[in-house]
């Protein structure tokens, strides 16, 4: 499966993006997806994940509560929501895809080629 993410930009501490991830092939509702971000200097961090068929997510306790990670299979696209801003958001955001939902880089396969989101004090 290939992915490409996109949606990534500059904006204001406390402002809102939204990221999408959207994939080739017909088999997109069969791995569960996720979004990692990696700053400069920093290994990638996982963010929020979700299983195949959108019914379960899981997130980092940094966003909790601020970002909603969903899913429409019949757009082969992930989304990531990212309300409430700030600074340390700042990094490259990547979406990846996996036969189960994880934590770890280490269990993704197939990774897109990242987007950048900048948040300015």
């Known amino acids: 499966v290939q992915l490409q993410a996109s949606g990534g930009g500059l904006v204001q501490a406390g402002g809102s993006l939204r990221l999408s991830c959207t994939a080739s092939?017909?088999?997109?509702?069969?791995?569960?997806m996720a979004w990692f971000h990696q700053a400069p200097g920093k290994e990638r961090e996982f963010v929020a994940a979700?299983?195949?068929?959108?019914?379960?997510?899981y997130y980092a306790d940094s966003v909790k509560g601020r970002f909603t990670i969903s899913r429409d299979n019949a757009k082969n696209t992930m989304y990531l929501q990212m309300n409430s801003l700030k600074p340390e958001d700042t990094a490259v955001y990547y979406c990846?895809?996996?036969?189960?939902?994880?934590?770890?880089?280490?269990?993704?396969?197939?990774w897109g080629q990242g987007t950048q989101v900048t948040v300015s004090s």
């Open positions: 990846a895809a996996a036969w189960t939902m994880a934590t770890s880089h280490n269990e993704y396969r197939y």
């Open positions: 092939g017909r088999t997109f509702n069969y791995y569960a």
């Open positions: 979700i299983s195949g068929s959108g019914g379960n997510t």
